[in-house]
């Protein structure tokens, strides 16, 4: 079979990501990539189906990409959480597709695809697997001066919403070694920044070591030459100890941000939800980690609308949202999904009143970040360069992950490289960004 020319499209979160990057340095050993669907003879598609937004999105792709059919492409796939959520209703519902697999059989993609343009034989596999976990060299998706890193896959939290368990598998931690080595090698490909990822980070290494060791891995990690900045995502706030906080407080590599996607705080919702910890231990957990790092740029995640939420339990999360002051927050409607015991609670609430608490936490939060950024207008930052749109570079500093929260647009009179960290002074605030110039040459 001749080379073929294919074209990935990945939608949902950077562990989706990874599986992406991992699965594309594969085909490229029999095949070519490209970036315009126009000249793919093969289009696949890496699904998300947490939610329904999310699922809605990726059929949507999925359909786009089929048009494609009528031109170059003649083989359409479907990879990811969809597939292996919902694989024999999706085969059913979009005959479009040529080859489905979930997310533990990757391994099988270039064989189907073989097998598909040598036989024209369709081929489907989504099978379920508390022990997989995607790894191997990768092509990076992001620019090369970051990359996201997967410390371990699945999830056993079972918080009642979610079907990440039921998708994912159970948790598993990759060995640290095999972490080591290849943020090792990504640096030394030019990754500056390493943005560390799971379901749950702060778990990590309790089921190969006996206890959470992610303070001992992010301590290995700086120990990389190259490496500048380390980043952690995702942090369930009640597996928080203080060895983590003081490794994070006293490690210069590690940026002082923290993601803790804590979903609510009245302790009934919380309670609903599965969540272990309840309003008085998320609060501990957030002073201990100011009291250790003041500067510390919290993030979370918080779900409006889950099944008997009442308007005291919102009033608290309003409270909270106005009380902590996190730099970056993000808000989502309950999703009612099927199979979760979430679903069949009673008391779901109406979608308009999702929508309306949605609106009204985003309201609060655009005042405080509008705030947050004001007091920094004056301060110098180093911030590493994401990008150069003509006028302005754009970059990011310890505040903010790329993609999800803001940048930081500034102009200089010399030529920056991407990945070139240099001290910004801001000058100028929006609402989530900010507005600045080069201070010194180099902050190196």
Known sequence: MNKLKFGVISLGCDKNRIDSEIYINTLLKEHNLTNNPKEADIL??????????????????????????????????????LSQRYGNELKDLLPEIDIMV?????DKLNDYIRNFFNDNLKEASYNYSDEVINEGERVLSTPKHYAYLRIAEGCSNFCTYCIIPKIRGKYRSRQKEAILNEARNLVKNGTR???????????????????????????????????????????????????????????????????????????NILKAMGRRGRKEDILKTINSLREKM??????????????????????ELKELVQAVHFSNLGVFKYSQEEDTPAASMENQIDESIKEKRLNEIMILQ?????????AKVGKIFKVIVDNFDGENY???????????????????????????????????????????????????
């Open 44 to 81: 696949i598609v890496n699904t998300c189906g947490f939610i329904e937004d999310s699922k809605q999105e990726s059929i949507n792709t999925i359909l786009e990409m089929a048009d494609y059919k009528s031109g170059n492409c003649r083989a359409l796939v479907v990879t990811g959480c």
């Open 102 to 106: 979930g997310v533990n059989d990757y």
């Open 193 to 267: 920044e390493l943005i560390l990822v799971a379901q749950d980070t702060t778990r990590y290494g309790i089921d190969l070591y006996g206890k959470k060791t992610l303070p001992t891995l992010i301590k290995e990690l700086s120990e990389i030459e190259e490496l500048e900045w380390i980043r952690v995502l995702y942090c369930y706030p009640e597996e928080i100890e203080l060895d983590l906080i003081e490794e994070m407080a006293k490690n210069d590599k590690v940026c002082k941000y923290l993601d803790i996607p804590i979903q609510h705080i009245s302790n």
């Open 294 to 315: 003041p500067n510390i740029c919290l993030r979370t995640s918080l779900i409006v609308g889950f099944p008997g939420e009442s308007e005291e339990d919102f009033e």
């Open 366 to 374: 655009k005042e405080v970040s509008l705030n947050l950024n004001k």
């Open 394 to 444: 754009i970059g990011r500093n310890y505040e903010m992950t790329p993609e999800i929260d803001g940048a930081i647009y500034f102009k200089c009179d010399k030529i920056l490289n991407v990945g070139e960290i240099i001290n910004v002074k801001i000058i100028d605030n929006l609402e989530y960004d900010l507005l600045g110039v080069v201070y010194h040459e180099s902050c190196q």
